[in-house]
């Protein structure tokens, strides 16, 4: 994610597919989370965005031969926090019997780094 290899995952045992059929594949991978807080930081720095990367091959056992067909498949993921944090139009918070209106939040990503 974001050129950080976060991920691996293989499927060990073999699936069976039928001709002119959908097949879905349930692949697990790991997660290193140690890398986590080096993705965070450019999530952050691509303002909020993230390009997943999706690497690998099928081998394909004809009996006769095995073919490996190669992947790789690149899709975005965006996540919008800082906006969620905005008020653009008044809104009443508070315990009974004290009211607080709040008119406008404004919320900004500062210097980010890795600590």
């Known amino acids: 994610m974001n050129d950080i290899r976060m991920a691996y995952g293989t499927l060990k045992e073999s699936v069976s597919l039928s001709l002119r059929a959908e097949t879905n594949i349930r692949v697990v991978s790991?997660?290193?989370?140690?890398?986590?807080?080096?993705?965070?930081?450019?999530?952050?720095?691509?303002?909020?965005?993230?390009?997943?990367?999706?690497?690998?091959?099928v081998l394909v056992d004809l009996k006769v031969t095995t073919i490996s067909i190669p992947f790789d498949r690149i899709f975005t993921v965006e996540?919008?926090?800082?906006?969620?944090?905005?008020?653009?139009?008044?809104?009443?918070?508070?315990?009974?019997?004290?009211?607080?209106?709040?008119?406008?939040?404004?919320?900004?990503?500062?210097?980010?780094?890795?600590e």
């Open 79 to 114: 996540t919008n926090i800082i906006e969620r944090m905005c008020v653009k139009e008044p809104r009443e918070i508070g315990i009974e019997p004290i009211k607080l209106i709040l008119k406008s939040v404004t919320s900004s990503w500062r210097e980010i780094t890795s």
């Open 30 to 57: 790991l997660l290193d989370n140690r890398k986590i807080p080096e993705w965070w930081v450019k999530h952050l720095k691509r303002h909020e965005l993230t390009e997943v990367r999706l690497v690998g091959r």
